[in-house]
């Protein structure tokens, strides 16, 4: 078993490299991953000024909505994949590989 010291710096660009090349693929995972952290960030922000409301209708309307923000990037995600695979123009130039 490897410790974390024995990473090395190739580890961290190979695996910031494939990180970038999935963004590339699939640009809304990073998109409703953002959009989770900052719905559950205002979520963590407004708790202290939630009045009334009690602590535990406040995390399920926090996890609502951050699970609503990743369903829709995801929707959105998969449409326009759909978009590009049947409806878009193709370049007859560029080969299937």
Known sequence: MSSPNDWSASDYNSQASKLLKKSRDSPFVPIGMTGFAAVVAYGLYRLKHRGSTKMS????????????????????????????????????????K
């Open 57 to 96: 209708v406040h995390f399920i309307h926090m996890r609502v909505g951050a699970q609503g923000f990743v369903v829709g990037a995801m929707t959105l995600g998969v449409l326009y994949s759909m978009y590009k695979d049947y409806l878009a123009p193709k370049d007859p130039t560029k080969t299937n």
